[in-house]
Protein backbone atom coordinates (compact mmCIF):
# COMPACT_ATOMS: atom_id res chain seq x y z
CA UNK A 1 0.00 0.00 0.00
CA UNK A 2 1.18 3.53 -1.08
CA UNK A 3 2.54 5.57 2.47
CA UNK A 4 1.53 8.98 2.91
CA UNK A 5 3.98 10.65 5.18
CA UNK A 6 2.73 13.42 7.06
CA UNK A 7 5.07 16.34 8.58
CA UNK A 8 6.17 16.86 12.16
CA UNK A 9 2.72 17.16 14.55
CA UNK A 10 0.47 16.47 11.65
CA UNK A 11 -0.78 13.48 13.39
CA UNK A 12 -1.72 15.35 16.27
CA UNK A 13 -6.54 15.45 14.57
CA UNK A 14 -6.19 12.46 13.37
CA UNK A 15 -5.14 10.71 16.63
CA UNK A 16 -7.97 12.21 17.90
CA UNK A 17 -10.45 10.43 15.16
CA UNK A 18 -10.85 13.12 12.89
CA UNK A 19 -11.73 11.27 9.95
CA UNK A 20 -10.29 13.82 7.07
CA UNK A 21 -6.12 14.39 6.52
CA UNK A 22 -5.63 17.73 5.00
CA UNK A 23 -2.89 18.29 1.70
CA UNK A 24 -1.28 20.69 3.88
CA UNK A 25 -0.23 17.84 6.18
CA UNK A 26 1.69 15.66 4.25
CA UNK A 27 5.27 15.81 3.82
CA UNK A 28 5.62 13.37 0.93
CA UNK A 29 4.16 10.46 -0.39
CA UNK A 30 5.86 7.54 -1.39
CA UNK A 31 4.53 6.39 -4.56
CA UNK A 32 2.10 7.83 -7.09
CA UNK A 33 -1.43 6.99 -6.06
CA UNK A 34 -4.27 7.84 -8.09
CA UNK A 35 -7.68 9.32 -6.82
CA UNK A 36 -9.65 6.58 -4.52
CA UNK A 37 -6.47 4.33 -4.06
CA UNK A 38 -6.24 2.89 -0.50
CA UNK A 39 -3.54 4.58 1.17
CA UNK A 40 -1.29 4.30 4.46
CA UNK A 41 -0.95 7.31 6.51
CA UNK A 42 2.25 7.55 8.49
CA UNK A 43 3.76 10.16 10.91
CA UNK A 44 7.23 11.95 10.54
CA UNK A 45 8.84 8.78 12.85
CA UNK A 46 6.94 6.19 10.43
CA UNK A 47 4.56 4.54 13.00
CA UNK A 48 1.00 4.09 11.76
CA UNK A 49 -1.77 6.60 11.87
CA UNK A 50 -4.49 5.48 9.69
CA UNK A 51 -6.00 4.25 6.42
CA UNK A 52 -7.92 5.86 4.16
CA UNK A 53 -9.06 6.76 0.21
CA UNK A 54 -6.84 9.42 -1.23
CA UNK A 55 -8.45 12.37 -2.96
CA UNK A 56 -7.21 14.97 -4.97
CA UNK A 57 -8.19 18.26 -3.45
CA UNK A 58 -7.87 19.96 0.20
CA UNK A 59 -8.69 16.73 1.48
CA UNK A 60 -6.48 14.18 0.57
CA UNK A 61 -7.18 11.16 2.37
CA UNK A 62 -10.75 10.27 3.91
CA UNK A 63 -10.07 7.86 6.75
CA UNK A 64 -12.04 4.15 6.65
CA UNK A 65 -9.62 2.88 9.47
CA UNK A 66 -7.44 3.89 12.19
CA UNK A 67 -6.46 0.35 13.22
CA UNK A 68 -4.11 -1.45 11.04
CA UNK A 69 -5.82 -3.86 9.50
CA UNK A 70 -6.77 -5.54 6.25
CA UNK A 71 -9.62 -3.76 4.12
CA UNK A 72 -11.60 -6.63 2.04
CA UNK A 73 -14.65 -7.61 1.84
CA UNK A 74 -14.94 -8.66 5.42
CA UNK A 75 -14.05 -4.93 6.43
CA UNK A 76 -17.05 -3.65 4.80
CA UNK A 77 -19.60 -5.66 5.60
CA UNK A 78 -19.02 -5.37 9.28
CA UNK A 79 -19.13 -1.44 8.94
CA UNK A 80 -22.53 -1.79 7.30
CA UNK A 81 -23.70 -4.33 9.95
CA UNK A 82 -23.08 -2.18 12.08
CA UNK A 83 -24.67 0.64 10.84
CA UNK A 84 -27.61 -1.32 10.44
CA UNK A 85 -27.84 -2.76 14.21
CA UNK A 86 -27.58 0.80 15.16
CA UNK A 87 -30.92 1.64 13.13
CA UNK A 88 -32.37 -1.66 14.42
CA UNK A 89 -32.03 -0.49 17.95
CA UNK A 90 -32.97 2.73 17.30
CA UNK A 91 -36.58 0.86 16.29
CA UNK A 92 -36.37 2.50 12.48
CA UNK A 93 -37.17 -0.53 11.09
CA UNK A 94 -40.29 -1.46 11.46
CA UNK A 95 -42.04 -3.18 8.70
CA UNK A 96 -46.01 -1.71 7.91
CA UNK A 97 -45.03 0.87 9.74
CA UNK A 98 -41.61 2.43 9.02
CA UNK A 99 -39.59 1.07 5.74
CA UNK A 100 -37.75 4.34 5.61
CA UNK A 101 -34.43 5.35 7.11
CA UNK A 102 -31.03 6.81 6.27
CA UNK A 103 -28.54 3.29 6.51
CA UNK A 104 -25.12 4.88 6.64
CA UNK A 105 -24.29 8.64 6.82
CA UNK A 106 -21.13 9.19 5.86
CA UNK A 107 -18.50 10.45 8.38
CA UNK A 108 -21.13 9.44 11.32
CA UNK A 109 -20.83 5.69 10.55
CA UNK A 110 -17.17 5.91 9.89
CA UNK A 111 -17.78 5.52 5.90
CA UNK A 112 -16.62 8.51 4.99
CA UNK A 113 -18.05 9.43 1.53
CA UNK A 114 -20.76 7.10 1.68
CA UNK A 115 -24.66 7.72 1.88
CA UNK A 116 -27.31 4.70 1.63
CA UNK A 117 -30.66 5.38 2.47
CA UNK A 118 -33.38 2.79 2.50
CA UNK A 119 -37.00 2.76 1.35
CA UNK A 120 -38.52 -0.60 1.83
CA UNK A 121 -36.91 -3.12 -0.64
CA UNK A 122 -34.60 -0.81 -2.39
CA UNK A 123 -31.40 1.16 -0.83
CA UNK A 124 -30.24 3.86 -2.78
CA UNK A 125 -26.48 4.11 -2.69
CA UNK A 126 -24.75 8.02 -3.03
CA UNK A 127 -20.67 8.12 -3.61
CA UNK A 128 -19.38 11.27 -2.73
CA UNK A 129 -15.90 10.18 -3.16
CA UNK A 130 -14.07 8.20 -5.88
CA UNK A 131 -12.65 5.65 -3.10
CA UNK A 132 -15.94 5.43 -2.54
CA UNK A 133 -17.02 4.98 -6.14
CA UNK A 134 -14.26 2.12 -6.58
CA UNK A 135 -15.94 -0.11 -3.56
CA UNK A 136 -19.80 0.34 -5.05
CA UNK A 137 -19.85 -3.05 -6.05
CA UNK A 138 -18.42 -4.61 -3.09
CA UNK A 139 -20.50 -2.26 -0.65
CA UNK A 140 -23.64 -3.21 -2.54
CA UNK A 141 -23.06 -7.10 -1.96
CA UNK A 142 -22.90 -6.52 1.56
CA UNK A 143 -26.15 -4.34 1.71
CA UNK A 144 -28.31 -6.96 0.42
CA UNK A 145 -26.29 -9.47 2.70
CA UNK A 146 -27.07 -7.79 5.96
CA UNK A 147 -29.57 -5.69 5.38
CA UNK A 148 -33.24 -8.49 5.64
CA UNK A 149 -36.30 -7.75 3.65
CA UNK A 150 -33.27 -5.25 0.94
CA UNK A 151 -33.32 -6.52 -2.51
CA UNK A 152 -31.93 -3.94 -4.61
CA UNK A 153 -29.11 -1.39 -4.81
CA UNK A 154 -29.78 1.37 -6.76
CA UNK A 155 -26.44 3.68 -7.58
CA UNK A 156 -26.73 7.17 -7.79
CA UNK A 157 -23.80 9.09 -8.25
CA UNK A 158 -23.66 11.22 -11.63
CA UNK A 159 -23.80 14.16 -9.75
CA UNK A 160 -21.96 13.69 -6.50
CA UNK A 161 -18.78 12.34 -7.58
CA UNK A 162 -16.17 14.79 -7.74
CA UNK A 163 -16.44 16.13 -11.57
CA UNK A 164 -12.93 16.26 -12.18
CA UNK A 165 -12.02 12.70 -11.64
CA UNK A 166 -11.54 10.44 -14.07
CA UNK A 167 -14.16 8.21 -14.10
CA UNK A 168 -17.63 8.48 -15.59
CA UNK A 169 -20.03 7.16 -13.34
CA UNK A 170 -23.28 5.77 -14.36
CA UNK A 171 -26.61 5.72 -12.38
CA UNK A 172 -28.02 2.48 -12.08
CA UNK A 173 -29.20 -1.17 -10.42
CA UNK A 174 -25.84 -2.52 -9.19
CA UNK A 175 -28.16 -5.47 -7.86
CA UNK A 176 -31.89 -6.50 -8.54
CA UNK A 177 -34.23 -4.15 -10.49
CA UNK A 178 -37.02 -1.41 -10.51
CA UNK A 179 -39.75 -2.51 -8.14
CA UNK A 180 -43.43 -1.38 -9.45
CA UNK A 181 -44.22 0.69 -6.49
CA UNK A 182 -41.46 2.77 -5.54
CA UNK A 183 -43.07 3.85 -2.63
CA UNK A 184 -42.29 3.96 1.16
CA UNK A 185 -43.48 4.26 4.35
CA UNK A 186 -42.48 6.84 7.59
CA UNK A 187 -44.26 6.65 10.50
CA UNK A 188 -47.24 4.84 8.77
CA UNK A 189 -47.43 7.28 6.06
CA UNK A 190 -47.19 6.48 2.49
CA UNK A 191 -44.71 8.19 0.20
CA UNK A 192 -43.90 7.81 -3.59
CA UNK A 193 -39.85 7.83 -3.34
CA UNK A 194 -38.26 8.66 -6.88
CA UNK A 195 -34.92 8.09 -6.55
CA UNK A 196 -34.76 7.68 -10.59
CA UNK A 197 -35.69 10.99 -11.05
CA UNK A 198 -36.20 12.83 -7.56
CA UNK A 199 -33.62 15.21 -5.62
CA UNK A 200 -31.02 13.75 -3.45
CA UNK A 201 -31.71 9.68 -2.72
CA UNK A 202 -35.61 10.63 -3.99
CA UNK A 203 -37.01 11.85 -0.29
CA UNK A 204 -35.64 13.75 2.49
CA UNK A 205 -35.89 11.24 5.46
CA UNK A 206 -33.78 13.76 7.82
CA UNK A 207 -37.13 15.52 8.19
CA UNK A 208 -38.70 12.67 9.90
CA UNK A 209 -38.77 13.64 13.39
CA UNK A 210 -39.77 17.07 12.65
CA UNK A 211 -42.53 16.20 10.49
CA UNK A 212 -43.87 14.49 13.94
CA UNK A 213 -43.44 17.19 15.99
CA UNK A 214 -45.17 19.11 13.44
CA UNK A 215 -48.21 17.02 13.04
CA UNK A 216 -48.52 17.90 17.00
CA UNK A 217 -48.77 21.51 16.45
CA UNK A 218 -51.14 21.09 13.57
CA UNK A 219 -55.04 20.52 15.08
CA UNK A 220 -57.46 23.03 13.70
CA UNK A 221 -54.48 25.31 12.04
CA UNK A 222 -54.10 26.80 8.66
CA UNK A 223 -50.89 25.63 7.33
CA UNK A 224 -48.34 26.88 4.65
CA UNK A 225 -45.59 24.57 3.50
CA UNK A 226 -43.19 26.09 1.91
CA UNK A 227 -40.49 24.48 -0.05
CA UNK A 228 -42.38 21.41 -0.19
CA UNK A 229 -41.37 19.19 -2.45
CA UNK A 230 -42.59 15.90 -1.37
CA UNK A 231 -44.89 17.35 0.55
CA UNK A 232 -43.63 15.42 3.15
CA UNK A 233 -44.57 18.27 5.94
CA UNK A 234 -48.30 18.90 4.42
CA UNK A 235 -49.15 15.04 4.81
CA UNK A 236 -48.05 14.97 8.51
CA UNK A 237 -49.90 18.35 9.25
CA UNK A 238 -53.34 16.73 7.37
CA UNK A 239 -52.96 13.24 9.77
CA UNK A 240 -52.46 16.20 12.71
CA UNK A 241 -55.80 17.22 11.96
CA UNK A 242 -54.95 20.71 10.06
CA UNK A 243 -57.77 22.94 9.05
CA UNK A 244 -56.10 23.95 5.62
CA UNK A 245 -52.61 22.80 4.21
CA UNK A 246 -51.13 24.68 1.53
CA UNK A 247 -47.99 23.72 -0.27
CA UNK A 248 -45.55 25.42 -2.08
CA UNK A 249 -42.57 24.92 -4.82
CA UNK A 250 -41.69 26.41 -7.69
CA UNK A 251 -40.68 23.37 -9.19
CA UNK A 252 -43.66 21.30 -11.15
CA UNK A 253 -41.82 18.09 -10.68
CA UNK A 254 -42.42 18.79 -6.52
CA UNK A 255 -46.28 19.99 -6.73
CA UNK A 256 -47.30 16.55 -8.88
CA UNK A 257 -45.40 14.86 -6.49
CA UNK A 258 -46.77 16.37 -3.36
CA UNK A 259 -50.29 15.97 -4.96
CA UNK A 260 -49.83 12.23 -5.22
CA UNK A 261 -48.77 11.89 -1.74
CA UNK A 262 -51.45 13.53 -0.31
CA UNK A 263 -53.93 11.81 -2.51
CA UNK A 264 -52.63 8.53 -1.45
CA UNK A 265 -52.72 9.16 2.29
CA UNK A 266 -55.96 10.97 1.93
CA UNK A 267 -58.05 10.16 -0.74
CA UNK A 268 -60.45 13.24 -2.05
CA UNK A 269 -59.40 15.53 0.85
CA UNK A 270 -60.19 18.91 0.25
CA UNK A 271 -58.84 20.79 2.98
CA UNK A 272 -55.36 20.14 0.98
CA UNK A 273 -53.99 22.73 -2.36
CA UNK A 274 -50.80 22.87 -3.59
CA UNK A 275 -49.33 26.34 -5.20
CA UNK A 276 -46.33 26.24 -8.23
CA UNK A 277 -45.12 29.38 -7.18
CA UNK A 278 -41.61 31.03 -6.06
CA UNK A 279 -41.78 31.10 -2.45
CA UNK A 280 -40.52 34.61 -1.96
CA UNK A 281 -43.17 36.03 -4.51
CA UNK A 282 -45.99 33.90 -2.89
CA UNK A 283 -45.17 35.27 0.82
CA UNK A 284 -44.94 39.06 -0.62
CA UNK A 285 -48.60 38.32 -2.08
CA UNK A 286 -50.50 37.37 1.10
CA UNK A 287 -53.34 39.96 1.26
CA UNK A 288 -55.10 40.43 4.25
CA UNK A 289 -55.57 38.25 8.02
CA UNK A 290 -57.80 36.20 7.20
CA UNK A 291 -55.82 34.78 3.87
CA UNK A 292 -52.95 34.68 6.18
CA UNK A 293 -51.59 31.68 7.62
CA UNK A 294 -51.16 30.20 11.59
CA UNK A 295 -48.51 27.66 10.98
CA UNK A 296 -45.49 28.19 8.25
CA UNK A 297 -42.92 25.52 7.53
CA UNK A 298 -39.61 26.95 5.71
CA UNK A 299 -37.52 24.37 4.68
CA UNK A 300 -35.48 25.85 1.14
CA UNK A 301 -32.78 24.10 -0.02
CA UNK A 302 -29.10 24.83 1.00
CA UNK A 303 -28.65 29.04 0.10
CA UNK A 304 -24.82 27.69 0.57
CA UNK A 305 -23.22 25.01 -0.88
CA UNK A 306 -19.53 26.49 -0.34
CA UNK A 307 -18.29 28.97 1.95
CA UNK A 308 -17.74 31.86 0.17
CA UNK A 309 -21.57 32.03 -0.79
CA UNK A 310 -21.86 32.05 3.56
CA UNK A 311 -22.51 36.20 3.74
CA UNK A 312 -25.11 35.94 0.65
CA UNK A 313 -27.03 32.16 2.06
CA UNK A 314 -27.39 34.57 5.62
CA UNK A 315 -28.80 37.45 3.79
CA UNK A 316 -31.26 34.67 2.16
CA UNK A 317 -31.88 33.41 5.61
CA UNK A 318 -33.20 36.61 6.61
CA UNK A 319 -35.27 37.54 3.73
CA UNK A 320 -37.00 34.34 4.11
CA UNK A 321 -37.77 34.83 7.75
CA UNK A 322 -38.26 38.07 7.79
CA UNK A 323 -41.31 37.81 4.92
CA UNK A 324 -43.02 34.79 7.54
CA UNK A 325 -42.70 37.24 10.09
CA UNK A 326 -44.27 39.42 8.55
CA UNK A 327 -47.13 37.23 7.31
CA UNK A 328 -48.20 34.92 9.95
CA UNK A 329 -50.89 35.36 12.10
CA UNK A 330 -50.89 36.54 16.14
CA UNK A 331 -50.08 33.78 17.81
CA UNK A 332 -48.95 31.68 14.96
CA UNK A 333 -45.79 29.27 15.10
CA UNK A 334 -42.94 29.34 12.44
CA UNK A 335 -40.99 26.12 11.62
CA UNK A 336 -37.78 27.13 10.30
CA UNK A 337 -34.86 25.44 8.83
CA UNK A 338 -31.37 25.53 7.25
CA UNK A 339 -29.52 22.36 5.63
CA UNK A 340 -26.44 24.28 4.58
CA UNK A 341 -22.95 22.30 6.17
CA UNK A 342 -21.32 25.71 6.12
CA UNK A 343 -23.92 28.06 8.17
CA UNK A 344 -23.40 27.29 11.70
CA UNK A 345 -26.17 26.96 14.06
CA UNK A 346 -25.46 30.09 15.81
CA UNK A 347 -25.35 31.83 12.33
CA UNK A 348 -28.78 30.56 11.38
CA UNK A 349 -30.10 31.76 14.60
CA UNK A 350 -28.31 35.30 14.45
CA UNK A 351 -30.06 35.31 10.84
CA UNK A 352 -33.55 34.28 11.88
CA UNK A 353 -32.80 36.87 15.03
CA UNK A 354 -32.16 39.36 13.19
CA UNK A 355 -35.51 38.85 10.79
CA UNK A 356 -37.54 38.57 13.77
CA UNK A 357 -35.95 42.45 14.74
CA UNK A 358 -36.72 43.33 11.25
CA UNK A 359 -40.65 42.45 11.45
CA UNK A 360 -40.72 43.93 15.53
CA UNK A 361 -43.02 40.98 16.42
CA UNK A 362 -42.61 39.13 19.77
CA UNK A 363 -40.56 36.14 18.94
CA UNK A 364 -39.72 33.25 21.36
CA UNK A 365 -37.79 29.81 20.79
CA UNK A 366 -40.21 26.67 21.69
CA UNK A 367 -37.75 24.05 19.80
CA UNK A 368 -34.50 23.86 18.71
CA UNK A 369 -34.12 21.18 16.02
CA UNK A 370 -31.60 18.88 14.21
CA UNK A 371 -30.87 15.84 12.02
CA UNK A 372 -32.51 12.64 13.48
CA UNK A 373 -30.66 9.62 14.90
CA UNK A 374 -30.32 7.60 11.55
CA UNK A 375 -28.52 11.35 10.60
CA UNK A 376 -25.88 10.42 13.53
CA UNK A 377 -22.86 13.18 14.33
CA UNK A 378 -19.43 11.39 14.57
CA UNK A 379 -18.19 13.22 17.80
CA UNK A 380 -14.52 13.49 16.43
CA UNK A 381 -16.07 15.04 12.92
CA UNK A 382 -18.62 17.71 14.43
CA UNK A 383 -19.00 19.17 10.76
CA UNK A 384 -21.29 16.27 10.12
CA UNK A 385 -23.67 18.55 12.22
CA UNK A 386 -25.68 20.14 8.97
CA UNK A 387 -29.74 20.72 9.80
CA UNK A 388 -30.53 23.13 11.87
CA UNK A 389 -34.40 24.30 12.47
CA UNK A 390 -36.27 26.16 15.29
CA UNK A 391 -39.76 26.45 16.27
CA UNK A 392 -41.16 30.03 17.09
CA UNK A 393 -43.83 31.26 18.50
CA UNK A 394 -44.89 34.46 17.13
CA UNK A 395 -47.16 36.71 18.79
N1 LIG B 1 -39.30 20.37 2.75
C1 LIG B 1 -38.98 19.32 1.83
C2 LIG B 1 -37.59 19.45 1.23
C3 LIG B 1 -37.33 20.75 0.55
S1 LIG B 1 -36.17 20.63 -0.73
C4 LIG B 1 -39.16 17.96 2.48
O1 LIG B 1 -39.55 17.87 3.66
O2 LIG B 1 -38.95 16.96 1.82
C5 LIG B 1 -36.22 22.21 -1.41
C6 LIG B 1 -37.37 22.48 -2.36
O3 LIG B 1 -37.41 23.89 -2.58
C7 LIG B 1 -37.26 21.86 -3.74
O4 LIG B 1 -38.38 21.06 -4.00
C8 LIG B 1 -37.20 23.04 -4.72
O5 LIG B 1 -37.93 22.83 -5.92
C9 LIG B 1 -37.84 24.15 -3.93
N2 LIG B 1 -37.43 25.51 -4.24
C10 LIG B 1 -36.19 25.98 -4.49
N3 LIG B 1 -36.22 27.31 -4.66
C11 LIG B 1 -37.51 27.71 -4.52
C12 LIG B 1 -38.18 28.98 -4.54
N4 LIG B 1 -37.51 30.11 -4.76
N5 LIG B 1 -39.51 29.01 -4.33
C13 LIG B 1 -40.20 27.87 -4.09
N6 LIG B 1 -39.61 26.65 -4.04
C14 LIG B 1 -38.30 26.57 -4.25
Redesign the pocket.
Known amino acids: MISILLKPKKEESLLRFHPWLFSGAIQSIEGNPAEGDLVEIIDNKRKFVAIGHYQIGSIAVRVVSFDKISIDDDFWTSKIQRAYAMRLSLGLVNPGKNDTYRLVHGEGDSLPGLIVDVYAETAVMQAHSVGMHETRNILAAAIVKSVPGVKNVYYKSETTLPFKAPIAPEDGYLIGEETSTLSALENGLEFHVDWLRG ?1 KTG ?2 ID ?1 REN ?1 ALLERYSAGKSVL ?9 SVYAMRGGAKVVHS ?4 TK ?1 ILLTDKNVETNFPNDLRHKSID ?4 K ?1 LNNLGELEQKYDLI ?1 L ?3 AFAKHRDALRNALKGYRRLNAKAFEQIKPGGIVFTFSCSQVVSKEQFRLAVFSAAAESKRNVRILHQLSQPDDHPINIYHPEGEYLKGLVLWVE
Open positions: QFFQRNMFCYTGGFVDSSAVDAFYVDPP
